[in-house]
Each structure stands twice: as C-alpha cells, then as structure tokens.
C-alpha cells in the first residue's frame, strides 16, 4: 500500500494498532497498522451506530461527537498525520451517518406491481422525490419529454452555449438534476434516454436554455409519474429476444456527431437500451447506422450469452438455438452488412471491424431484417419525434402507467368473472 494512499471508510479494528477499512471503489477490506496507536469503539465507532460511555448515576450518555485520535504523528503505511487527513476520515463517517438516516430513496426506488396479466416495474416513489428536489412537483405536465428539434442549427434549443450566453451558477442544481434522470433513465425509463442523454453533454457549460430542457423533462415526468416496464404474463409465440437499431444521422450538427440507439425487447418489453453519441465523425447516414448496428450486435450477443448461462444454471432448454432478429431500417446499411466489407471507393474509409455483424449472421446469431423507419422502436433513442410518433413508440417497448394497467386488469378480471 503506498504512502499516497487515503483511508477508505473505517469498519472495525482487530487490535487497538490495526483497523479495518472498506475501499469504496473496488468494495475490499483492507488492513493497516498504526504505530504506536491505540483505537477505542468508544470514541470511534462502527459506521451507523451510536458512541456510548458507562452510565453516570444511572443515564446512558450518548455522544454523537465522532472523532479520530492518533497519539503519535507517525503513521505507517498511510498517509502521514495531517489535519486533511484527519478531516477526510471525519467526512467519511459525517456522510455515511447521514446515508444511514435517509428514508428509502434508493433502497425502495424501484417497486415491481404484480397482476394477473404481468408485472409492472416502476420508480414513482423516487420519481415524485426528484420532482419535490426540484420544485416541479406542483407544475404542468407536458406530453413529451424534449421539444421537435429545428433543423437550423442556430434555432435550435439544445445547441451549445454561444458567445453572448451565461454559465449557469452553482446555485442551479444542473448537475444534480442530470445525474437524478440518468439515473430513472437507465432503470425504468427508457422514453427519456435520448434527451437526458443530450442535455448530459453540457453539463461543464450549461446555460438556460439547458435548464429549460432539464425543466421540460421533469414536467413530462410529472405526467407521467407511476410509468414503468410491464412485463405481460402471456405466452406469445414471439421470439425471446427481438432488437431494434437505429441512428440519427448529424444528431449533434455542431461537432459531426451522430447518435446511436438501440432497444432489445422480450414479451414486448425493453429489457436493454442504449442511446449515446457517437465517437467516431459519420460521413453518410449510411455510415452512421454501421456503426449503430455494430454496438446493437455487441450487446445481442452479451444477452445471448447471459439468457443461455441463466437456463444452463436453472437445467432449463436452451433458448439460443435459433439467431435472433435485430431489425435495422437502412436497406444500404443491410446489403453491406450482408455482403462483408468489401473495400471500395463508398466504404473503405469505413474500419472492417465494424463488420463484425457479418460474421455473427454467418454464425446464425443474428439475422438483420429490414423493417419500416415507422415501426423502429430504435426511434425514440435517437432524435425527438413529434407526440403521436413518441406515443405510439413509447407503448411499443412495453411501457405503461400504473393506474391504467390497474383498470385494465380489473375489467378483465370481471370480464373472466363473469364468462364463469
């Protein structure tokens, strides 16, 4: 361990020279010893509990007082004796205390509804605490989450900040705000990915405009608080595992970027999205759905090989026989694909790599099927879509809002009722 190293969060001592520490990056228990150095539960004590002194005349003295004593100033193997270190270990216990009094944001932030027609998984507990953290909990819904982008790059609301704008302030919680929604975006609500994921790109420069999105987004939240993934309990004849990608071509027109996006349902459901921007600069849109295609076929085979481990583990027929389909609407992009790289004068800038589906549908893992732009779920994480599209997009990957599926899973439950 070198003499750089900080002190990771204290959980106990083995002797009153050696204590215990947790890493909070890796999740390991370490050991060290200290010189010289007498550690005492009383003074110091486990994270989450109380320090306590023998009674006088018949009370128990709670002290709420944490503090860390070295009584000589070396240390070995740590770093040396200082007031900032001292401080950071201080901090440590400070926060986990208040961690340990915080009421079930994160530990019951996801709730799963069972009915007889499937399993609803949703976040509106912690969807109505964000909208309170933020003062939207009182405001006018709206229908979707972002407004339909101008094509004039000047126009357009989610451009970057521009010569004769202000910097937000500390005193907007932007980054707060971001890191809350990528949170709800990446767990129960894929319809806001793609807009979360464009206002995260400002974060160091952010500007009103930026938190009038952050604002338009917590408003279709506030419509939309008891939304989640339904799961149906139906038994369809539908592959298990069916995706959808797609790419928006100049998503990001100001540095040449475009988007990426894809969705992978079961039953009809979103069980793994993705919507991000592009690293690489695409010189057609025929280009930019390769490179789409491409991370969509990386994460079908990570769910193939996940779906056969949990079958395999549970003595359970293999599922991964046949190859699953990944829908893609660019014809160009589908002829390439299924014909390899072949270096010509339109695609050998393109790195071959980014063939790799070729050789999967060669494997029989996947199989590319052209579908209508209309129908690609992939839409919804690559560019705004008017109300009707999103809509219809949005019920398409299997999300639905608490109080209606409970209505409808009454009526039917009367309606089987009633053919008894």
């Given at each position: 361990m070198g003499p750089q190293r900080r002190l990771g969060i204290y959980v106990g001592f083995d002797s009153p020279s050696i204590i215990r520490y947790l890493e909070p990056l890796t999740g390991d228990i370490f050991r060290a010893r200290f010189a010289d150095c007498h550690f005492d539960e009383t003074i110091f004590p486990?994270?989450?509990?109380?320090?306590?002194?023998?009674?006088?005349?018949?009370?128990?003295?709670?002290?709420?007082?944490?503090?860390?004593?070295?009584?000589?100033?070396?240390?070995?193997?740590?770093?040396p004796r200082t007031t900032q270190c001292e401080?950071?270990?201080?901090?440590?216990?400070?926060?986990?205390?208040?961690?340990?009094?915080?009421?079930?944001?994160f530990n019951d932030a996801t709730k799963i509804e069972h009915s007889a027609d499937g399993t609803l998984v949703h976040q509106s507990n912690y969807t109505e605490k964000v909208l309170k953290r933020f003062g939207m909990d009182k405001a006018?819904?709206?229908?979707?989450?972002?407004?339909?982008?101008?094509?004039?790059?000047?126009?357009d609301p989610y451009r970057p900040k521009g010569d004769d704008e202000m910097v937000l302030g500390p005193e907007v919680p932007y980054l707060s705000a971001i890191g809350a929604l990528m949170y709800l975006a990446q767990c129960t609500r894929p319809d806001i990915a793609f807009s979360v994921n464009l206002l995260a790109r400002y974060s160091s420069a952010p500007t009103s405009r930026h938190w009038t999105g952050i604002k338009h987004i917590l408003r279709y939240l506030r419509g939309t608080t008891d939304m989640g993934l339904f799961y149906s309990s139906e038994?369809?004849?539908?592959?298990?595992?069916?995706?959808?990608?797609?790419?928006?071509?100049?998503?990001?027109?100001?540095?040449?970027?475009?988007?990426?996006?894809?969705?992978?349902?079961?039953?009809?459901?979103?069980?793994?999205w993705r919507s991000t921007k592009q690293t690489l600069v695409a010189t057609s849109s025929n280009h930019s759905e390769i490179l789409a295609l491409h991370e969509a076929s990386r994460e079908c085979v990570w769910l193939r090989s996940m779906i056969r481990h949990i079958r395999s583990t549970?003595?359970?027929?293999?599922?991964?026989?046949?190859?699953?389909?990944?829908?893609?609407?660019?014809?160009?992009?589908?002829?390439?694909?299924?014909?390899?790289?072949?270096?010509?004068?339109?695609?050998?800038?393109?790195?071959?790599?980014f063939f790799y589906t070729h050789e999967l549908q060669k494997s029989q893992e996947i199989k590319v099927r052209q579908i209508r732009s209309s129908d690609n779920l992939a839409d919804l994480f690559t560019k705004s879509l008017p109300k009707c599209t999103f809509q219809k997009l949005v019920h398409g990957i299997g999300l639905r809002q608490l109080c209606k599926q409970s209505n409808r899973s009454m009526q039917n439950q009367g309606e089987h009722s009633r053919v008894l």
């Open positions: 486990l994270l989450g509990e109380e320090k306590s002194v023998p009674k006088e005349q018949g009370k128990l003295v709670h002290e709420e007082q944490r503090e860390l004593s070295w009584a000589v100033p070396t240390l070995s193997h740590l770093d401080n950071e270990v201080r901090r440590i216990v400070h926060l986990q205390r208040i961690a340990n009094q915080m009421p079930d944001a006018h819904p709206l229908s979707t989450p972002m407004v339909v982008r101008s094509l004039d790059t000047k126009k038994l369809t004849d539908a592959p298990s595992i069916v995706g959808y990608a797609d790419a928006g071509y100049l998503s990001d027109p100001h540095q040449g970027r475009s988007q990426t996006g894809y969705v992978f349902t079961c039953g009809g459901t979103a069980i793994s549970c003595a359970l027929p293999s599922a991964t026989n046949t190859p699953t389909i990944l829908n893609e609407d660019n014809a160009a992009c589908i002829a390439q694909i299924t014909g390899g790289y072949i270096k010509g004068d339109r695609t050998k800038h393109i790195s071959p790599k």
